[in-house]
């Protein structure tokens, strides 16, 4: 199939009925990349209701890792839709939720038993976490990292800090929460040099211990570190080898849980199952949602076992473990194991990677280039010297692209990030980048 297509300037007449009335109905809360109208997906393409044919580079917001309408999670849906749409599984049973947690509890990360908690998204399941840890240590304190984005209702949202205006106006927000520093190595906080990235990781515990525990918080009253193993709208940050592995250490010291974000990290997207997994690390909480559903909403905490051991009534969600959305799951899951996605996402990783690193070398504005398998940011930036931020740049880089047909979006303010579905087939991935490739030699 000659992809991509575009027949009509988007947004095309149709779309832009579907805008106006969009703009009377819908809250203006919602920030749009772009206006792209989608009428329905295929695969990883995305098809809008004026008849242009996209290349998906962002599936659905990382949601989509098995591509759109994957026949096999549309027939699982169908069968258990058949059955039961819902029965409220904290206050009753089925088969369903107990597949589907047996199967996340057998690849989640660790070599010691676990449990699950269902919930409805990943903010709701980062609101499990930060429950949990706080039941569990009886601690109040709870360590997160600038820069992460953990969701929006409140406990998760008083953690997130990538954007200011995802906090301006809510406070006062739940107490207890410290932020520190993430070792954003291309622009260390404690200023080591970008060549050095295990120096601002070193940087990074040393302010923890020395100036955070040292300081004003104690160490004894700490629940839990939270943190994504690679931020996700702070930018597609990696942070140094050696990070999350001495955080670990700090960790274990002061007897202090480990909350691992996979919610946009995990499901095979960087190459192994969870992000985590890249450092050699276990944490003691995980958490998912995304594209955990195959497109349906669902969210889980999945914690030792003998950490989860609140007592009935303590936690609960109606909607939670939605047969429906489980059956999806265990679909997608059998999926990515089936497909062998996950060595695809490392090797097709490897191979953009290796391009997009040829770019950081032709184009001054490409300053940095950073991920894990299909996972990968780009830093746009004014010039490599000043290493400037340029997220208008960055923006026009993403319109030009969408308008020659190819869904991709930014991270953080000024980075591009590629993260099509895991079963993108390679003639369109390297398709869709040569059109990037070709907006930023146009914007440079």
């Not at 906090?167 to 291309?186: E, K, M, Q, T, W």
């Not at 059956?327 to 990783?349: D, F, M, P, Q, Y």
Request: net charge negative; aromatic share 10%.
């Amino acid at each position: 199939m000659d992809v991509p297509k575009i027949v009509v300037t988007p947004p095309g007449p149709k779309a832009r009925e579907i805008l106006e009335r969009d703009s009377k109905v819908i809250s203006p809360s919602y920030v749009r990349f772009y206006p792209l109208v989608v009428e329905r997906g295929e695969g990883s393409l995305l098809y809008d209701v004026d008849g242009n044919v996209y290349i998906d580079l962002n599936s659905g917001l990382g949601v989509m890792n098995v591509g759109h309408a994957h026949p096999e999670v549309v027939e699982a849906i169908k069968r258990q839709a058949e059955k039961l749409l819902h029965y409220s599984n904290t206050d009753f049973y089925y088969e369903e939720s107990v597949k589907f947690a047996e199967k996340l509890v057998s690849i989640a990360p660790g070599n010691f038993g676990k449990k699950v908690f269902f919930s409805n998204s990943g903010t709701e399941s980062v609101e499990a976490a930060i429950k949990l840890a706080r039941w569990r240590t009886k601690r109040q304190y709870v360590i997160g990292f600038i820069g992460a984005f953990h969701g929006r209702t409140y406990g998760s949202l008083s953690i997130t800090s990538s954007k200011p205006v995802q906090r301006a106006g809510f406070s006062p927000l739940v107490p207890g929460i410290v932020h520190v520093p993430y070792p954003y190595s291309y622009r260390c906080p404690f200023g080591a040099s970008p060549d050095d990235p295990e120096e601002c990781a070193n940087r990074t515990i040393a302010f923890i211990e020395d100036w955070v525990f040292g300081k004003f918080v104690p160490p004894e009253e700490v629940a839990a570190f939270i943190f994504e193993p690679i931020q996700g709208e702070g930018g597609y940050i990696v942070p140094p080898e050696n990070f999350i592995p001495q955080l670990r250490k700090l960790a274990n010291e002061h007897g202090i849980l480990l909350i691992d974000d996979e919610v946009q990290a995990g499901m095979g997207r960087t190459g192994k199952w969870w992000a985590i997994q890249h450092f050699g690390v276990d944490p003691d909480i995980l958490t998912s949602a995304k594209a955990l559903g195959g497109g349906l909403p669902i969210g889980a905490t999945i914690a030792r076992e003998d950490v989860m051991t609140w007592p009935g009534g303590s936690h609960a969600s109606t909607f939670g473990g939605n047969p429906v959305s489980c059956a999806s799951g265990l679909a997608t899951i059998n999926v990515i194991e089936r497909e062998k996605l996950v060595e695809r996402a490392a090797a097709l990783g490897d191979k953009v990677m290796k391009l997009l690193n040829e770019w950081k070398e032709k184009y001054e504005i490409v300053g940095d280039v950073r991920g894990k398998g299909l996972m990968i940011g780009i830093e746009i930036v004014k010039d490599k010297t000043s290493r400037k931020k340029a997220p208008d740049l960055a923006q026009e880089i993403m319109m030009r692209a969408w308008k020659s047909g190819v869904a991709i979006i930014t991270a953080g303010v000024n980075a591009l990030r590629i993260f099509p579905p895991l079963n993108i087939e390679e003639e369109y991935l390297f398709k869709a980048l040569e059109i990037v490739e070709d907006k930023i030699r146009e914007v440079s």
